[in-house]
């Protein structure tokens, strides 16, 4: 079922000639970040995990030096946060093109530095190439342990599915600035969870990080899993309040918020129900509020209450949507809002 | 004095606002890769470096699949050797053209997965993104000790000088790529040195893989350790025989395959006089004959024997040439040549 996502089975084209590590913990696809253990007899384990900022460079997506920067560490940090690992530094490796200025590199150095700092860790190494583009690469480290580190895989029916925080920032921030004619921008700096997946990791069944958007985390989990979500009644509240301004100015369903690409780098997890109660109350304690958000059904599809009915959405085809539309920014929003209208118009 | 060299000067520009983590042990500049202490009270360590494989795809040095994928493991590899650390695994981030043939993309994945099988490690996982140009980005994860890691510093004068192995093969395929007309092809593969370090680390004063050339690594050492280096009178034999081959043919000067910024992967390390018995006779046991190139002598240059005199090598000069060339190869060629000219007709 995996093998229906575009992602998927490129990633599972790529590697079904590598040999596994007899030390690696997780297999493909099952958590965000890998989990190595250091020898046979330990229960120390390695969180590792890289991730490349391109595309949304070349696409104008990210074109701050310091966004750029800062979103090189963070997407990194937040793939160790979706694991439960405590990081112990990144590497990074950069191609700057020769006539970028001094300023706009200092701005990009600052973005690393300033990242790494708010999540109090640190910068180990890196390699610079000149090249035509900007392409920057993060490798993220971290400390997590044998037995008690986060998978996407492991929930049940009934379990109930929060997100660390407001959803819809990521797309946000995309429609104001590829899409939208009133550009007042939308301030997007997502922070990896590090501080909450330590408190995630000791309740959570299942968790991922968002960063390709709400649905396609959900779809992941579902295939994964081999269960379903349904979306509670008053998904609306869980909608960041600045992204649903941006949307609603751009004649926008509020719903795209969850479907779009660009992802918030929230953690989505799933708490069993005999330990919701503690859970919230170790949150609490952080000063921490988790948004619930719906809860895992039995049947392996995402329902959600729009335009008075309850749908299924069809989570494959909006996954699927972007690599479909290669890039085109307008025709993806264009296809996404002609998914809407066919959801708009569905009898059920 | 390290920055009079370009690059170590960008290094420092970029790593200048970050701070470092206590648990690094090794300062900037001072090892090929990072090596990170696990925690305060353990003496296990991590053995950490990233490297991009993109230039050498743009200037159509490397335009053959396999030898990509090959060299995004082993140049990785190639840095965990030259710490002495043992190797856990890979991570890999590619950003791949969409118009890339099924068939090119194959044999892409195998020579990374061939690279990491012969070094016996693993692929531990990875990302793919599309864009306009092929970038590989490896990133390799290694185990070291807190006291037993080579580092870059340490030698001393009357330390013998060696190399892991011939040399000159990663500029002879250079110029059979690049430059020259009798084209014949120069079979190009290197080894990260992972087997023959597990013996160096054991007597080693310092270490660093000829990535950049031997000259350059050489200056590099020079300029850490406020020594200097006496190549042998003899250096020829230090020279791959089919590398020689190509530099005739091509009317280049022998010398000039140690001053090329296109490495061989071997490495250069220095064996103190009173070990240097019992280091050969450990090397003898596993089949291996490491090469003796020279010395480390008390003044900060490079001293070798060239058309009947003693010359001291501008490693400065040479090492930022390929900087000042800015990716122009036939320059670059040309730039060595001349310098080669001036040091023939040079009185001493």
């Not at 079922?1 to 997780?26: A, D, G, V, W």
């Not at 989990?35 to 969180?47: F, G, H, Q, T, Y």
């Amino acid at each position: 079922m995996l093998e229906t996502i575009i992602e998927n089975s490129l990633i599972n084209n790529l590697t079904k000639t590598f040999c596994r590590s007899p030390l690696q913990k997780n297999i493909l696809h099952e958590s965000d970040a890998e989990i190595i253990k250091l020898s046979n007899d330990s229960d120390e384990c390695i969180a590792i995990t890289i991730d490349t900022i391109s595309e949304e460079i070349q696409t104008g997506l990210y074109n701050d030096p310091y966004l750029i920067g800062w979103m090189t560490v963070m997407v990194n940090l937040s793939d160790l946060a979706a694991v439960g690992a405590k990081p112990i530094g990144l590497l990074i490796s950069e191609i700057l093109p020769e006539n970028l200025s001094s300023e706009f590199i200092e701005k990009l150095q600052k973005g690393i530095a300033d990242a790494a700092n708010v999540c109090q860790t640190f910068i180990l190494g890196g390699d610079t190439n000149s090249g035509k583009n900007i392409v920057l690469t993060g490798c993220a480290l971290g400390k997590s342990s044998n037995n008690k580190y986060l998978k996407r895989t492991g929930c049940k029916p009934g379990d109930i599915l929060y997100s660390s925080n407001k959803l819809g920032g990521g797309n946000a921030f995309a429609i104001s600035k590829l899409l939208s004619k009133h550009s007042d921008g939308f301030n997007y700096l997502p922070f990896a969870r590090i501080k909450e997946a330590s408190i995630i990791r000791n309740f959570a069944s299942c968790c991922m990080d968002t960063s390709d958007g709400v649905i396609s985390t959900l779809d992941q989990l579902m295939q994964l899993n081999n269960y379903g979500f349904r979306f509670d009644n008053n998904w609306e509240r869980a909608l960041d309040f600045e992204a649903i301004k941006v949307v609603k100015e751009n004649k926008i369903p509020l719903w795209l918020l969850f479907a779009g690409q660009h992802g918030e780098f929230e953690l989505l997890f799933t708490i069993p129900e005999n330990v919701e109660k503690e859970f919230l109350s170790s949150a609490k304690k952080e000063n921490w509020f988790p948004i619930k958000i719906g809860r895992v059904i039995e049947k392996p599809e995402v329902q959600i209450n729009l335009y008075n009915k309850t749908l299924l959405l069809n989570t494959q085809k909006i996954r699927n949507l972007p690599f479909q539309c290669k890039g085109d920014i307008k025709l993806y929003l264009k296809s996404l809002l002609e998914y809407d209208r066919e959801l708009n118009t569905t009898k059920f």
